[in-house]
């Protein structure tokens, strides 16, 4: 929205900055923060008065996690918020791209609302059933890639680029929305999982977030992706934006989440977080380069497959508890050693991710 102050440049020399992508990340970033820290404390007082006994907790799962009983759930409402308000604030409207990641965004977090709606208003685990949510979420999916197909380079945005490699492309024609439809649920999923323990899943999202925001700007400039060899896509730059605002907005959810958590973010936030990585990262035409920046959420959706799979085929567990997370826990690794040690993984993984942008 500011961003139309740049037109005002030859009277007012000191707007031109609203031009400047860099500039509206770095406001989008501190906009969501304030937002969050100023609205998080009522936010969370409201949750735990609605929801009275707060998200169910596990009583098969590791016994320290039953002291977190009576947490409140949904405070994915406060991130989702901050995103929302900061990058309508500070991105350029008139951006397809902005759009269909809101969408996809808002999409998802009303599943996970509903969800953990009816989880905290049943007190039971079982919410939305698998079938109908992975279902709904493939519609938001294919329709955001399909828009996203019509707005990019025809040849280029139905294609699959891969890295390492600077000109191999795959065009998959019209099965890219399939393609990218299972990205996009897939990252969403896969933050799902992962968020099972007090900071574990938002410090990786905020990681994978500002790489994602990196590789837009880069992607989106003409003279850096031909620098770098990478694919240009005119636009999708100013994704970079709504990077910013989803690390703003989950520095500030951490300042509420740190053990003890004074809430969750439940899947309200993990689905919407997920989607919103897995949107950027088709529109970038990086979608590999999300398994390896997101190799973490890769880690513990695969645990959950794995060993779902071997207790059906086998009857016996190839992990202690799935997903992973809490499999070391049950090694007796404490909370803030298996959070602490993930985010260390999130790190070098979102380096290996950078790295592919020059190594090719």
Request: with cysteine.
């Amino acid at each position: 929205m500011l961003q139309w102050l740049a037109e005002l440049h030859q009277s007012l020399p000191a707007v031109n900055v609203f031009r400047y992508i860099t500039f509206r990340t770095g406001g989008a970033v501190v906009t969501a923060l304030l937002f969050v820290f100023l609205f998080g404390p009522s936010m969370i007082s409201t949750l735990r008065v609605k929801q009275g006994k707060g998200q169910p907790i596990r009583t098969d799962g590791p016994q320290s996690h039953l002291t977190k009983k009576g947490t409140p759930t949904m405070g994915g409402l406060m991130i989702l918020s901050g995103i929302v308000v900061a990058t309508l604030l500070w991105s350029n409207l008139a951006n397809p791209y902005v759009w269909v990641v809101l969408l996809v965004t808002l999409g998802f977090g009303m599943i996970g609302f509903y969800d953990d709606y009816l989880k905290v208003t049943k007190q039971t685990h079982n919410g939305l059933s698998g079938k109908t949510r992975l279902a709904i979420e493939a519609v938001i999916a294919g329709i955001a890639v399909v828009i996203i197909m019509n707005v990019g380079k025809p040849g280029l945005s139905s294609s699959v680029s891969f890295p390492f490699f600077k000109d191999l492309l795959l065009d998959l024609g019209v099965f890219f929305v399939i393609f990218g439809g299972f990205v996009i649920v897939a990252a969403g999923n896969a933050v799902n999982l992962t968020d099972g323990l007090d900071g574990l899943a938002i410090v990786p999202v905020m990681i994978a977030a500002g790489t994602f925001g990196f590789i837009a700007y880069l992607s989106g400039n003409v003279v850096f992706a031909d620098y770098l060899q990478i694919h240009y896509v005119a636009g999708v730059g100013e994704l970079a934006v709504i990077c910013g605002a989803l690390m703003g907005a989950g520095l500030g959810f951490l300042w509420f989440n740190a053990p003890p958590a004074q809430v969750f973010m439940g899947d309200t936030g993990s689905l919407a977080l997920g989607g919103l990585l897995g949107a950027v990262a088709v529109a970038t035409k990086h979608e590999i380069v999300l398994a390896v920046v997101g190799g973490l959420f890769v880690l513990e959706a695969v645990s959950v497959i794995v060993q779902v799979a071997s207790f059906k085929l086998t009857g016996k567990r190839v992990f202690k508890m799935a997903p992973i997370h809490h499999h070391f826990e049950q090694l007796g690794w404490t909370e803030p050693q298996v959070v602490i040690r993930f985010w260390i993984i999130a790190v070098v993984l979102a380096l290996v991710g950078l790295a592919t942008l020059k190594l090719r």
